[in-house]
């Protein structure tokens, strides 16, 4: 089963795995849980688990994907070596084995993806431009560039689509300040920046306007359903991240992944 590649399914899609060094007792943790929900219905499709911390001298993330009744399928870690708006990362999702991911190496960076379980691995070099983003890195960049969306300045950056092994250019323009279940905050939306990005639904994202967090994304995810489609969701983060368990992340880290939410 191969992933969709149209238009709409290639913004989200946020590396080698993680070291087998531990996380140290004192290193700080923190941990953020996330529901996605189906636009049209509500349905709770699928909880997310979201980790910080730091290994060594590099911040590190680890996103569980879970099922409605928690157990994990699918995997993300992300790690910062460079810039923080182009990370490495490495992403599995155990039901039809899809992985894809960005890694450093001496001779350059590497996209890399695996379409299914049993399926070769498809690499290719990639060069990154200097505001070239990556993953998780989309966030680090709105943060980045947060007077000028707040001034109301749009932003175009190229984004790095793995199943096409290239970037492609996506351009994120300022939308109306709302309130967000009590909360002051900032509507964004996001399209490609092409010609025909008028056909591709545009991605909704609204940040808190305290500390510029994720509070809420609208759109194609790039979790699929079971039959290989990306879903249309409403994900949520009800709650700031807050202090964990190093001993919890080290249980995140080994967590098994089923093959079916279902089973």
């Known amino acids: 089963m191969y992933p969709s590649t149209r238009p709409s399914a290639l913004f989200v899609g946020l590396l080698v795995m993680l070291c087998a060094a531990p996380v140290g007792a004192r290193a700080s943790v923190h941990l953020q849980d996330a529901l996605a929900h189906a636009r ?55 039901r039809d084995g899809y992985r894809e991911g960005v890694r450093s190496t001496p001779a350059g960076r590497w996209v890399y993806v ?20 990556i993953d998780a890195g989309f966030d680090a960049s709105v943060r980045q560039h947060w007077g000028r969306l707040r001034a109301g300045r749009e932003l175009a950056q190229p984004f790095l689509v793995p199943s096409r092994m290239d970037f492609i250019p996506v351009r994120v323009r300022p939308g109306a300040a709302v309130d967000w279940r009590g909360m002051p905050a900032q509507r ?8 025909y990005g008028f056909a591709a639904p545009a991605m909704e994202l609204t940040y808190a306007l305290a500390d510029r967090r994720l509070l809420e994304f609208a759109g194609i995810a790039s979790i699929r359903d079971a039959k290989g489609d990306h879903q249309d969701v409403r994900i949520t983060f009800p709650q700031a991240p807050v202090l964990a368990d190093a001993g919890k992340l080290q249980q995140a880290l080994a967590a098994p992944l089923v093959r079916d939410c279902g089973a």
């Open 114 to 133: 695996r379409p299914r379980a049993g399926a070769p691995m498809r690499e290719r070099r990639v060069d990154v431009p200097p505001n070239g983003v």
């Open 188 to 195: 964004m939306t996001m399209r490609l920046d092409r010609w």
């Open 40 to 94: 049209d219905g509500g349905a709770l499709l699928y909880r997310e688990s979201h980790w910080q911390y730091r290994q060594g001298d590099m911040v590190r993330r680890l996103v569980l994907y879970r099922c409605p009744d928690g157990r994990a399928f699918a995997r993300k870690t992300v790690v910062e070596r460079g810039a923080p708006h182009a990370p490495d990362f490495d992403f599995e999702d155990a």
